[in-house]
């Protein structure tokens, strides 16, 4: 019987190729190469998508729609346009879709499917998901990969039995609609929604908040730690990895941090009563930290020290193998680890007593090197384009958020230019790739042909 059911699936996946649908028939050695190439042509596939004629209504142009599909592929959910009144019901469809294939990640799906029925991770989807999640030595790449796809559509489906009562209840528009891209959209840490003022409807009102701030926090805090959480749940003894303590201490700190401050220091809030106060100082204040993007307050208001403060948290961004962007809050860690002991002038790297292995360094600095000067490069860019007809903190805000798929925005995007909004479009694509895989993509051909090169004339 087991015979006959394991030649079943075989059956099975030689007529369903699942890999080969989801990529699209394109397959490359390197598969840094192959992330970059899908999400460059699922980016492709949305634009033409969300351009039919029974996706939108009109007002956006080819770039418009390129840039709300990319962002909803790098669940940034910065948009140029409203989407609320610019899209039907199938364009809406269509990004939120863009939204769960970016919160999941490129092949996760596919990937998933392939463990089920074979029980057997291959090597190309091993190769794959191991270009786009690290995690830490211990815990193995199937058990990861089945729970990524296991707890956001646990977590998805939460979000939307908690939102769709209280919206019937309550007559918000769409009520059922509402909860469902939502409930997607804060898990995967997009930000977008399905009405024009995003979500200053529900400025005062907390169980909205929470909900959406709780699904946001799983989703940019990552699968690691919920891991954790679970085994730790189901053994007692289980000890829980440095990784997810140093996620749980920067993500509290940073929270903390910039919530004061916009309680404290934030003229926009000041009007409000102290309850109601602390409620958008929090929720603002994770909203930059998990990359999510949503608001309850007009961002554009904001007083100059208050852009800083976002500026520097959504720079910092979430926690790796999750669905938020940003630096990661580990490769955070790691670079304090290394200056601590450096300037301690120690040999080997450590942080609270646990040993940072060399390779996990040398990742964190060249990540922050990298990233820094794409930022760098992108406000450049930006500045020369608008010259002086924006506010230069504007701009590196809008390019903060666009390369951390923060989705924050200080209200330009509907006037700034199209050269403008093409580098915004390319800061996100690169937010959500991510900056090592890009730089794998440019310089592991180039090191190859070296080596060849050095081989030829050895010989």
Not at 24 to 49: A, E, F, N
Not at 242 to 254: D, E, N, Q, S
Request: proline share 2%; glycine share 6%; charged share 10%.
């Amino acid at each position: 019987m087991r015979a006959y059911l394991s030649c079943m699936k075989q059956t099975v996946m030689k007529r369903l190729n699942l890999e080969t649908l989801f990529s699209l028939g394109y397959k490359s050695d390197y598969p840094q190469r192959q992330l970059l190439t899908g999400y460059l042509v699922y980016s492709l596939l949305g634009t033409l998508l969300i351009s039919l004629p029974f996706c939108h209504r009109g007002g956006a142009s080819i770039v418009d729609n390129l840039f709300s599909a990319v962002s909803a592929l790098s669940t940034t959910g910065l948009s140029t346009i409203d989407v609320s009144s610019c899209y039907t019901f199938w364009g809406q469809l269509v990004i939120l879709m863009l939204i769960q294939l970016g919160g999941l990640g490129y092949m996760t799906f596919s990937s998933y499917v392939m463990l089920r029925l074979t029980r057997h991770l291959g090597t190309n989807e091993a190769k794959m998901f191991h270009a786009q999640f690290s995690f830490p030595d211990k815990m193995q790449s199937d058990s990861m990969l089945g729970n990524i796809v296991n707890f956001s559509l646990a977590f998805e489906f939460a979000g939307i039995v908690l939102l769709y009562p209280y919206f019937l209840l309550h007559h918000v528009e769409s009520p059922l609609w509402s909860a469902v891209f939502h409930s997607v959209s804060a898990f995967c840490t997009a930000g977008f929604s399905i009405y024009s003022d995003n979500l200053m409807q529900f400025q005062t009102d907390w169980y909205v908040n929470i909900v959406i701030a709780t699904l946001s926090y799983m989703g940019a805090m990552g699968f690691i730690m919920m891991t954790d959480v679970l085994r730790k749940f189901r053994r007692p003894n289980y000890k829980i990895s440095f990784t997810t303590k140093v996620i749980a201490v920067i993500t509290t700190g940073l929270t903390l941090w910039s919530t004061l401050h916009l309680f404290f220091r934030e003229p926009a809030l000041q009007t409000l009563s102290v309850p109601d106060r602390m409620l958008a100082a929090w929720f603002h204040s994770m909203s930059a930290i998990t990359t999510v993007g949503f608001n309850t307050i007009d961002t554009s208001s904001v007083c100059a020290v208050t852009m800083l403060v976002l500026s520097f948290s959504m720079y910092i961004g979430a926690s790796p193998s999750g669905t938020g962007g940003g630096l990661k809050s580990t490769t955070l860690s790691a670079l304090f680890a290394y200056t601590k002991n450096k300037l301690g002038l120690r040999k080997e790297i450590s942080l609270a007593g646990n040993k940072v292995p060399a390779y996990r360094v040398d990742a964190a600095l060249t990540t922050a090197v990298f990233y820094t000067s794409i930022l760098a490069a992108g406000i450049y860019l930006l500045t020369l384009f608008e010259g002086d007809s924006q506010r230069f903190l504007d701009i590196v805000f809008e390019a903060t958020s666009a390369l951390a798929t923060a989705g924050l925005s200080s209200g330009v995007l509907s006037s700034i230019c199209v050269s403008s909004k093409l580098v915004l479009i390319v800061l996100m694509f690169i937010g959500r790739v991510g900056v090592i895989t890009l730089g794998n993509v440019m310089l592991v051909r180039a090191h190859v042909q070296e080596a060849k090169r050095r081989s030829d004339l050895v010989v």
